[in-house]
């Protein structure tokens, strides 16, 4: 049952597009923000779709940082480790993340719940150091008040929606 | 009805406002407004909100502007939507004014130092329009440029920016005129034109904050690069982060073929051009011409060598014009004003202005439009306010990873493409990082390696495996235990990648490492020679400590403290330590002391940030633990 719903999700994002080579990244972009990774059944229909190689958009899959073959959490925390960000302090913040999720950059936690990214700049310099919790910014964060951040995004609190 | 507003209330909406919840004031503000309007009165008239783009001073944001009274307020919460909306037309709000050094408060935005010094070209309109309302960018003479340009010959608008001496702002700094020659010198159709938005520079968001603040003016001033090079299609390269900046694009797209600025009749002219979105990936190196064309035609974005320019085979194997953003935004104005009135602002080989983005450890940071040749001085002291907590200068990083740090001696600086080439740094992207004493130059050179050993595609072998051993060698001195040949290695690496590499990613990837041996080669002695890092940043080498003769025993840097490294100790006289409950009780009687474990100490300065005293030190680690 669902997996006829996520093939369905696959035909809709794919039918959107021509079938020309130049929409495949515009198509993984949009599976990407699906399913939060590209599932393999995606990249199968999309490889026939565009009338390509499979392997070739595997290619693009590793090679784009905003791709994923593997699934991310419900929650996706980028520190920005900008060079503004870095000079104040992003790489405690990334200790910080690591100290208190007890997960690496890169990593989804055990429960699913969080995924810890470092980005290279998300362009909020003048409010470094800068924190993305999905769509949401956290300016000028403390080490102190990072755990309080986080802890609004496990089930229960406020920001779990 | 056709009434016309006669104030409005401008509110910034720009990604650093939002982040600060400028969207609960515009509807706070929005409420207070309905509220108020039930009882016009004559002279204060009708108040339109408008959501606005960036204001560049995002530190202080969220910022509302009342038009044309010129008053702005800085950091606005909700809860100030009526005092706000009650100083419409009356007395300005104070507590919201901006406040300088000498804490008089300024109304006007001109007689705010952060803007005084600033000469807006580039972000003409951005702060004072909506920027999905086309009807505001038409009345602020938008797409006028347009029509004259289809009214133009080719050869006219050509020289027209050519004579504005216009040079890309992406980086490269080639002439934007010679650009759109040469492709218009290749009689292979179809020729296309792109707008490169991959802003991929750690520390500069002009591109972002022009896309989402103005898209209109990029849209003008690619249509028009599209007529002076004769495409009939084109595509905007915008990274897939700038979530706001894609929809904002997006909508101004549609607005412009709604009203007959794009599609196939072009105001009536006959011309034709379909402009589209393509979302980037998030891989720093399609800011590089050539993969990003890669990544438009739906391949991997690698760069290729570049034997042939795209200005001949680009896209699909044809010509093709790829402009930055900043740069295309400049456009419209020189077709509306002319070359020459353009070229009167700047340097003799760098015209107009730049968008810098002054951040990093200066007291007023955010995005400053000033003209060629400003001092690195008058942009750090004149309109940054100075360093932050008047900490001492030590560089300014300009030009993101193909730039370079540039001392306190070269403050004095004039900034222009040329200048900043001759003394090892470029004007790059135009991001500008302050950095004080508490920062370590040998880490930023590490960190740099580190940042584009990551973003390095891998195809060629100097960038690939240089890059990587570069990184090796650096983490080894950031943690003590450098060689001494590390230096002359460095350098030879350096110099291998700046004459192997495939593309300028590649080319210029050393220079981080090569301006900070330049200029600040003794923080690499003494991390190499002395196992010390000066500015005590790197943790291998660093404590903290606390003076116990300069502490007041705030307490700051205990609760500053991330792993509980700080203690306290009970008053003096007793040597051990005591939970927090007993010293509450000991306070009384004498102050307590404050004293960093140093096998906790993670060395990550929290302590030190948070003294107001200057009584915690960074130490060298092995002083302390041997």
Same mark, same amino acid.
């Given at each position: 049952m669902v997996e006829k719903t996520e093939a369905e999700q696959i035909q809709e994002i794919i039918q959107?597009?021509?079938?020309? #080579? #130049?929409?495949a990244l515009a198509a993984m972009q949009d599976m990407q923000h699906c399913f939060n990774y590209l599932p393999r059944a995606g990249l199968v229909a999309l490889a026939e779709h565009m009338h390509c190689p499979l392997v070739q958009l595997y290619s693009m899959a590793t090679f784009y940082k905003a791709l994923s073959l593997k699934p991310k959490g419900r929650h996706i925390i980028k520190v920005c480790d900008g060079t503004a960000c870095h000079i104040k302090g992003s790489m405690s913040m990334i200790d910080g993340v690591q100290r208190h999720l007890k997960i690496s950059p890169g990593d989804v936690s055990a429960d699913g719940q969080f995924s810890v990214e470092t980005v290279n700049c998300l362009g909020t310099c003048a409010l470094a150091p800068v924190l993305l919790v999905d769509e949401k910014h956290f300016g000028k964060v403390t080490l102190g008040q990072l755990p309080q951040v986080i802890d609004s995004y496990k089930p229960g609190g406020g920001n779990d929606g | 009805m056709a009434e016309v507003a006669l104030r409005q209330l401008l509110v910034c909406c720009g990604t650093g406002c939002l982040a600060n919840d400028a969207r609960a004031v515009a509807d706070a503000l929005e409420t207070a407004l309905q509220d108020a309007n039930l009882d016009i009165s004559v002279e204060r008239g009708s108040v339109e909100l408008k959501r606005t783009g960036c204001n560049g001073f995002c530190e202080r944001g969220p910022i509302v502007k009342i038009h044309p009274d010129d008053v702005s307020y800085y950091r606005v919460k909700p809860e100030h939507a009526e005092s706000i909306v009650a100083s419409i037309g009356a007395e300005p709000y104070k507590p919201l004014l901006f406040r300088g050094d000498d804490k008089q408060p300024v109304t006007r935005q001109v007689d705010n130092p952060f803007y005084a010094h600033q000469t807006k070209i580039a972000l003409r309109n951005i702060g004072q329009i909506d920027p999905l309302n086309i009807d505001d960018y038409l009345q602020a003479g938008g797409y006028l440029a347009l029509q004259k340009a289809l009214l133009m010959p080719t050869d006219e608008i050509i020289a027209a920016v050519v004579a504005s001496g216009l040079r890309g702002r992406?980086?490269?700094?080639?002439p934007t005129g010679i650009k759109w020659r040469s492709a218009n010198s290749y009689p292979s159709l179809p020729r296309y034109v792109v707008c490169n938005g991959d802003e991929g520079d750690p520390g500069a968001f002009m591109d972002r904050s022009i896309l989402e603040g103005d898209p209109h003016s990029v849209i003008e001033g690619l249509a028009i690069a599209a007529l002076a090079v004769g495409a009939e299609q084109g595509f905007l390269y915008i990274r897939d982060e700038y979530g706001l900046a894609v929809k904002n694009v997006a909508a101004a797209l549609q607005a412009a073929a709604d009203c007959g600025?794009?599609? $196939? $009749?072009i105001c009536g002219s006959g011309r034709k051009l379909s402009l589209e979105i393509v979302r980037g990936g998030g891989a720093f190196v399609c800011g590089e011409s050539t993969a990003l064309m890669s990544s438009i035609e739906g391949y991997v974005g690698e760069p290729r060598a570049k034997y042939i320019r795209s200005v001949e085979r680009g896209l699909w194997g044809q010509p093709t014009v790829l402009n930055n953003v900043e740069t295309l935004a400049n456009v419209p104005y020189i077709i509306t004003f002319g070359g020459a009135e353009y070229a009167k602002v700047g340097t003799a080989g760098s015209k107009g202005t730049k968008v810098f983005s002054l951040v990093g450890k200066v007291k007023r940071s955010g995005l400053v439009e000033v003209p060629m040749g400003v001092t690195l001085r008058s942009l750090i002291y004149d309109v940054g306010g100075g360093i932050a907590q008047d900490r001492p200068f030590k560089a300014i990083q300009t030009g993101g990873p193909s730039g370079g740090c540039l001392p306190e001696s070269l403050l004095d600086l004039e900034v222009d493409f040329e200048s900043l080439l001759e003394h090892h740094a470029m004007v790059g992207s135009g991001g500008m990082i302050v950095m004080d004493d508490r920062s370590c130059m040998v880490e930023v050179a590490h960190y740099y390696v580190d940042f584009l050993c990551g973003e390095s595609c891998g195809k060629c072998t100097p960038c690939r495996e240089g890059l990587r051993h570069m990184r090796d060698i650096l983490a080894g001195i950031c943690a003590g235990h450098g060689q001494p040949s590390d230096i002359d290695e460095l350098e030879e690496l350096a110099f291998c990648l700046q004459e192997a590499a495939l593309c300028a990613l590649g080319k210029t990837a050393a220079n981080p490492v090569l301006s900070t041996l330049r200029y600040f080669r003794e923080e690499f002695e003494a991390h190499l020679n002395e196992q010390r890092c000066p500015a005590g940043v790197c943790p291998s080498l660093t404590v903290m400590q606390v003076d116990s003769e300069a502490c007041t025993a705030c307490g700051a840097c205990f609760k500053a403290c991330p792993v509980g490294a700080v203690h306290q100790l009970a008053a003096v006289g007793a040597a051990a330590a005591v939970d927090e409950h007993q010293a509450g009780n000991d306070k009384k009687a004498d102050k307590p002391r404050y004293e960093v474990d140093v096998m906790a100490c993670t060395a990550c300065g929290s302590c030190r940030e948070a003294c107001r005293f200057e009584a915690v030190k960074a130490v060298k680690k092995e002083a302390v633990c041997a």
């Open positions: 959107h597009y021509p079938g020309q #080579r #130049r929409h | 992406g980086g490269a700094g080639f600025y794009l599609g $196939d $009749d």
